[in-house]
């Protein structure tokens, strides 16, 4: 398909790990991103990775990069109340036009006590 | 370093009416975008410019939306005349390079609202 697809909604508890996945669509993407979006602000780079790489760790945040199936996924280790926001992942196409980010739909993460 | 700043944060329109959004980009960074993002949606393209120039405006509704970056830092978005579907956030990012990395920062957005 066309949209980069994500899950809605994921609710996890102070202190677990959080997992959250994303199905994009040009297998040539270069690069691949996760970004934080909190209420009424921006949106803040977490983190990227190159595409070929599969694993990418940067402190409590790991992403994991299947190329074969199109998928990507972001894991925030011990998940605090800090982390509740909406994420974003995005893909990287060169296009005729230039380098154009496609935006998934966001996953709304919310961290109960 | 100073971010990307817009202006204003919030604005309340009605449908028919004019309305201008501004960005200022990060120093010295040659590329910026535009996006809209919807309520529950993730943010859409509208335009790009490397400097003053134009390099991808494929999605913007031309019939009523327009752009410029005169001198290739501030750059402004304006939509005329407005209509309810419009009623967004608009945000504004700028990246130093135009290449594979295609880091870009974001502003906090202009929420507007069109009734």
């Known amino acids: 398909g066309e949209d980069v697809e994500q899950s809605l909604f994921l609710s996890v508890r102070e202190g677990d790990s959080s997992v959250i996945n994303c199905t994009y669509t040009?297998?040539?993407?270069?690069?691949l991103y996760w970004y934080k979006q909190e209420p009424g602000a921006g949106l803040q780079l977490l983190t990227y990775i190159f595409s070929n790489m599969d694993m990418k760790q940067d402190q409590r945040l790991t992403v994991l990069l299947n190329k074969k199936d199109k998928h990507l996924s972001l894991r925030i280790a011990d998940t605090q109340t800090g982390d509740s926001a909406i994420y974003f992942c995005?893909?990287?196409?060169?296009?005729?036009?230039?380098?154009?980010?496609?935006f998934g739909t966001g996953t709304q993460l919310k961290v109960e006590l | 370093e100073a971010g990307v700043a817009q202006s204003p944060r919030y604005k309340i329109i009605e449908k028919r009416q004019s309305v201008a959004f501004w960005c200022n980009p990060i120093s010295g960074h040659a590329t910026l975008y535009w996006y809209q993002q919807i309520l529950g949606q993730g943010p859409k393209l509208l335009i790009q410019?490397?400097?003053?120039?134009?390099?991808?405006d494929s999605q913007l509704p031309k019939d009523r939306f327009s752009a410029e970056r005169l001198k290739g830092v501030d750059s402004t978005l304006k939509i005329q005349p407005a209509k309810l579907e419009d009623s967004a956030v608009y945000l504004c990012?700028?990246?130093?390079?135009?290449?594979?990395?295609?880091?870009?920062?974001f502003g906090a957005g202009t929420r507007l609202s069109v009734l």
């Open positions: 990012a700028s990246s130093s390079r135009e290449g594979a990395k295609n880091i870009q920062y």
């Open positions: 995005a893909e990287s196409k060169i296009t005729g036009g230039g380098n154009k980010l496609t």
């Open positions: 410019f490397q400097n003053n120039g134009v390099v991808d």
């Open positions: 040009d297998s040539s993407s270069t690069y």
